[in-house]
C-alpha cells in the first residue's frame, strides 16, 4: 500500500489553505480534497509536485488537473450524497477520487485506452467503485442517463447536445468550452421544465476533448 504520512498529511492542509485563499468555500468538497492522497497519482520523483497548486503531466498527452481548477469544477456541480454523475475523461481518476467521497454515483469515461485501464485498475487498487468506461466521452453514456450531474475534465469546442440531453431535469453540468488553449468554465442548469440556464465562471486551460463532438473525429 502506498504510504500516506503525517507530511503528506501536513501537505494536503497546506493545499486546502491555498484553495481557502483563491475563495474555495464549500467545505465537502475541501474535505474531500483533504481525503484524497493526490501524491498517490504521482511517480514518487515527482512527490514535490503533488501538493502545489498546478497541473502536471500524466502522460499520454493528458495532464491531472490543477487542484484550483477541480475545487471550482467540483463546487460548481453541487453535488449531493446520491447523485448520479457522469463525468467525461476519467484521466489520472483524482477527480473522480473527489466525487467519491462526496458520496456520488459516478459514471466515468476515458477516451485513452491506456488511461482508461490504468485508472480503473487503480482506483479499485484503492478501494475507490466507480463505473468505468473507455469510449468518446463527448457523446456522454446514454445507458445509464438521465443524470443529476455531468462533469467534462477537458476542453470542448462548443456544447455537447448529447450532454444536455442525458441531464436531468434540475440538473446541472460544469464544461469549459473555447479554443484548444483558453475554455470558459461553463455551468448548465437544466430546470423542471427543461429551459437550460448558462452561466459563466472565469477562464482556465484544459486538454483538448476528443470524439465526435471534440475536437477530433473518431477514427
Same mark, same amino acid.
Given at each position: 500500500? *502506498?504510504?500516506?504520512?503525517? =507530511? !503528506?498529511?501536513?501537505?494536503?492542509?497546506?493545499?486546502?489553505?491555498?484553495?481557502?485563499?483563491?475563495?474555495?468555500? /464549500?467545505?465537502? %468538497?475541501?474535505?474531500?480534497? +483533504?481525503?484524497?492522497?493526490?501524491?498517490?497519482?504521482?511517480?514518487?520523483?515527482?512527490?514535490? !509536485?503533488?501538493?502545489? /497548486?498546478?497541473?502536471?503531466?500524466?502522460?499520454?498527452?493528458?495532464?491531472?488537473?490543477?487542484?484550483?481548477?477541480?475545487?471550482?469544477?467540483? $463546487?460548481?456541480? /453541487?453535488?449531493?450524497?446520491?447523485?448520479?454523475? &457522469? $463525468? *467525461?475523461?476519467?484521466?489520472?481518476?483524482?477527480?473522480?477520487?473527489?466525487?467519491?467521497?462526496?458520496?456520488?454515483?459516478?459514471?466515468? *469515461?476515458?477516451?485513452?485506452?491506456? &488511461?482508461? =485501464? +490504468?485508472?480503473?485498475?487503480?482506483?479499485?487498487?484503492?478501494?475507490?467503485?466507480?463505473?468505468?468506461? #473507455?469510449?468518446?466521452?463527448? #457523446?456522454?453514456?446514454?445507458?445509464?442517463?438521465?443524470?443529476?450531474?455531468?462533469?467534462?475534465?477537458?476542453?470542448?469546442?462548443?456544447?455537447? /447536445?448529447?450532454?444536455?440531453? @442525458?441531464?436531468?431535469?434540475?440538473?446541472?453540468? %460544469?464544461?469549459? %468550452?473555447?479554443?484548444?488553449?483558453? @475554455?470558459?468554465?461553463?455551468?448548465?442548469?437544466?430546470?423542471?421544465?427543461?429551459?437550460?440556464?448558462?452561466?459563466?465562471?472565469?477562464?482556465? =486551460?484544459?486538454?483538448?476533448?476528443?470524439?465526435?463532438?471534440?475536437?477530433?473525429?473518431?477514427?
Amino acid at each position: 500500500m *502506498i504510504e500516506d504520512s503525517y =507530511r !503528506h498529511k501536513g501537505m494536503r492542509r497546506n493545499l486546502i489553505k491555498t484553495l481557502l485563499e483563491k475563495g474555495i468555500r /464549500d467545505k465537502a %468538497v475541501l474535505e474531500a480534497i +483533504q481525503k484524497v492522497p493526490r501524491h498517490y497519482f504521482f511517480d514518487k520523483a515527482f512527490l514535490e !509536485h503533488a501538493y502545489q /497548486d498546478k497541473a502536471f503531466p500524466i502522460g499520454e498527452g493528458q495532464t491531472i488537473s490543477q487542484p484550483y481548477t477541480v475545487a471550482v469544477q467540483t $463546487e460548481l456541480l /453541487d453535488i449531493r450524497p446520491g447523485h448520479k454523475v &457522469l $463525468e *467525461i475523461g476519467t484521466g489520472s481518476g483524482y477527480q473522480c477520487c473527489i466525487l467519491l467521497e462526496l458520496k456520488a454515483d459516478v459514471y466515468t *469515461i476515458e477516451y485513452n485506452k491506456k &488511461l482508461y =485501464r +490504468q485508472a480503473k485498475s487503480f482506483l479499485n487498487s484503492l478501494g475507490y467503485r466507480a463505473h468505468f468506461r #473507455q469510449g468518446d466521452g463527448s #457523446q456522454g453514456w446514454p445507458t445509464f442517463a438521465p443524470y443529476d450531474r455531468i462533469i467534462v475534465t477537458a476542453g470542448a469546442p462548443s456544447l455537447p /447536445d448529447a450532454l444536455i440531453h @442525458q441531464l436531468k431535469p434540475e440538473g446541472k453540468l %460544469v464544461i469549459p %468550452v473555447g479554443n484548444e488553449e483558453h @475554455q470558459e468554465m461553463i455551468r448548465i442548469t437544466k430546470d423542471a421544465a427543461g429551459k437550460i440556464n448558462s452561466e459563466s465562471h472565469d477562464y482556465f =486551460r484544459f486538454v483538448p476533448l476528443l470524439g465526435k463532438y471534440g475536437w477530433k473525429k473518431n477514427k
